[in-house]
């Protein structure tokens, strides 16, 4: 059996937006720009929480600290954001923020 290639598939609530291969060290803003996909950003660092969305499925790198624009709350709700974290495989994603 062939290993699948790792992608990230991209909704807005139950539509789908696009799908792109994980690239590696690229950050997920990026890979959704692949998939024809916009994730709006502005800082690009993980302070502002512009580039927030809802992670349903598979797993991102979080670092020990999280950046100022998220919190445990919203990690708990599946936020993540696109500017500054990396998928750690396959992952489908809400472009839809938690609330």
Not at 11 to 36: K, M
């Amino acid at each position: 059996m062939a290993d699948e290639t790792p992608v990230i598939r991209f909704f807005r609530g139950s539509r789908p937006l696009g799908t792109a291969r994980i690239v590696p060290d690229t950050p997920i803003v990026e890979i959704a720009e692949l998939a024809g996909v916009e994730i709006p950003t502005n800082c690009t660092a993980g302070n502002c929480g512009t580039c927030l969305v809802r992670l349903v499925r598979g797993r991102v790198d979080l670092p020990e600290e999280l950046p100022p624009g998220l919190d445990d709350d919203v990690v708990a709700e599946g936020g993540i954001l696109t500017c500054c974290l990396y998928p750690t495989g396959s992952c489908d994603i809400d472009v839809i923020p938690p609330l």
